[in-house]
């Protein structure tokens, strides 16, 4: 995840699985990378941490916030956790209760209110993207419009596999 320019402009370069993205600067200085698979899901970046990663019906299906990665089950959060055992690593998956799954859906509302804000009032700067601002952007604002807030909770992480023809 990006942690200084050099790391958001690979991420704009090189995040072929979100071939619509960009670059927005917000009005104090910080930056926010947002991109877009083939179905709708949208992935944002804010700096390096936190990301949150969405299903394409709105629903929050992953996360990673202060150095910790998050996944859902059930319509649940779950904080995952990786430990070596036996020379083998080993992924364990621990429930948030509910005042912990509250927080993670503050920490995203306190993220995205102010972007929706900056966008909304025009106070933004796009530093870069895949496709013509003319197309990412009101992309961005009716994706904004449309999530719900909070945001619902997935009940799987993985995306639907793409068909192929």
Known sequence: MARDTHDREDLLAEATGLPVRG??????????????????????????????????????????????????????????????SGGRLQLTKHPL????????????????RPLQAAMQNKTHRWQGTSVPIAEIEPRVLQWLADCPSPPTIAKVSRLPRRRSS
């Open 23 to 84: 670059v927005i600067q917000m009005p104090d200085g910080n930056e926010v990378v947002v991109g877009f698979r083939d179905d709708g899901s949208p992935s944002w970046f804010f700096a390096a941490d936190p990301v949150f990663q969405f299903d394409p019906n709105f629903q929050l299906r992953r996360i990673f916030c202060d150095g910790t990665r998050y996944a859902v089950a059930g319509g649940q959060i779950l904080r995952l956790e990786q430990t070596a």
């Open 97 to 112: 209760n509910s005042e912990q799954t509250q927080q993670m859906l503050q920490r995203w509302e306190d993220r995205i």
